[in-house]
């Protein structure tokens, strides 16, 4: 089992930044890729942004590509993403995910953290 604690959501003026944090714990060796999701209100959960542990390769959504950073620190127990320059339309629970197999199908998930960007 892997435990994924997230941790930095908040309120910010469009245009600002924020960091988020999921920390990982349990059998990460196990793990293939971790990533955020996020779910506005209203709508359905969406993909963000992910990283392979094994190779370091990120994917993005369009929304986000250009603005949205993921990364991990050294030990691979901890998972960022840096978001800048946020739109209100960014504002949603933010999920942190890591999946075995694929990201797009996450078998474990963080209990989300709340973004709201006001304009």
């Known amino acids: 089992q892997v435990q994924l604690v997230d941790s930095g959501g908040g309120l910010v003026q469009a245009g600002g930044s924020l960091r988020l944090s999921c920390a990982a714990s349990?059998?990460?060796?196990?793990?293939?890729?971790m990533g955020w999701f996020r779910q506005p209100p209203g709508k359905e959960r969406e993909f963000v942004a992910a990283?392979?542990?094994?190779?370091?390769?990120?994917w993005y959504a369009d929304s986000v590509k250009g603005r949205f950073t993921i990364s991990t620190n050294n030990a691979k127990n901890t998972v960022y993403l840096q978001m800048n320059n946020l739109k209100p339309e960014d504002t949603a629970v933010y999920y942190c995910?890591?999946?075995?197999?694929?990201?797009?199908?996450?078998?474990?998930w963080g209990q989300g953290t709340q973004v709201t960007v006001s304009s």
């Open positions: 349990g059998r990460t060796f196990s793990l293939y890729a």
């Open positions: 995910a890591a999946a075995v197999r694929h990201i797009s199908n996450p078998d474990y």
């Open positions: 990283i392979s542990w094994s190779d370091g390769n990120t």
